[in-house]
């Protein structure tokens, strides 16, 4: 089986820019997890979504925003970037109660 | 609040020398408590599922214990390749996971 896919790997933007970012989850698997990861905060949980409903949020503003398709493919969009939103994300999959993590997309804000 | 820490911050060892990572927690209902393996520039890689006092996994060199407060990794006779950053989490509710900070193995050869 194929594993989480997250694209695209590396994007460098500039303030006040917008970013989509794009996750395929393992086949099979309804809920996808946004987290945020970086060297002072480490690993923040942003989203959830099942069935195309977000069920859970963390605490981020409004800026961060997300989105399940019917294939339960999931995007996550930021908007007017600033430089602390430089960071890892990553993207999880799950069936049941273990999430599977893909390989992340590096955010740069310049 | 859910609260997950980890201890120590970083830790080196030398092959073939065991040792133990801690992983406390607070929260207010533990849907199961998670380790994870991370190498740099990567993504975290699921190790264990954890989910009552007293359950025990095994994987290779590693070993992961619960208890109601905390849980350990116990890594047996590590190699190199053990070297890594080690994640524990806890699920506190539709797939929201809290994570640790994360404890820094280095094994030399």
């Known amino acids: 089986k194929a594993g989480v896919t997250q694209t695209p790997r590396y994007l460098i933007k500039t303030r006040g820019q917008q970013v989509t970012l794009s996750c395929s989850p393992i086949?099979?698997?309804?809920?996808v997890s946004w987290y945020q990861q970086t060297p002072g905060q480490g690993l923040q949980f942003l989203f959830e979504?099942?069935?195309?409903?977000?069920?859970n949020k963390g605490n981020f503003p409004g800026r961060f925003s997300g989105r399940q398709f019917s294939n339960s493919r999931s995007e996550m969009n930021v908007s007017t970037l600033e430089l602390g939103d430089s960071a890892l994300y990553l993207c999880?999959?799950?069936?049941?109660?273990?999430?599977?993590f893909g390989p992340g997309t590096r955010l740069t804000v310049l | 609040e859910d609260q997950v820490t980890q201890s120590p911050e970083a830790l080196r060892l030398q092959e073939g020398e065991s040792s133990s990572l801690n992983c406390s927690y607070t929260?207010?209902?533990?849907?199961?408590l998670f380790w994870y393996r991370q190498d740099p520039g990567k993504g975290p890689e699921f190790l264990f599922t954890?989910?009552?006092a007293g359950e025990e996994k095994e994987k290779e060199r590693l070993k992961a214990t619960l208890t109601k407060k905390e849980s350990f990794l116990h890594i047996t006779a590590p190699k190199p390749e053990d070297s890594a950053t080690y994640l524990c989490?806890?699920?506190?509710?539709?797939?929201?996971?809290?994570f640790g900070t994360g404890t820094r193995l280095l094994v030399s050869p």
């Open positions: 999880a999959s799950s069936q049941q109660n273990e999430q599977f």
């Open positions: 086949s099979g698997h309804r809920s």
């Open positions: 979504y099942f069935s195309e409903t977000q069920r």
């Open positions: 929260v207010s209902g533990l849907r199961g």
């Open positions: 954890l989910y009552s």
């Open positions: 989490a806890v699920n506190t509710g539709f797939q929201k996971l809290v």
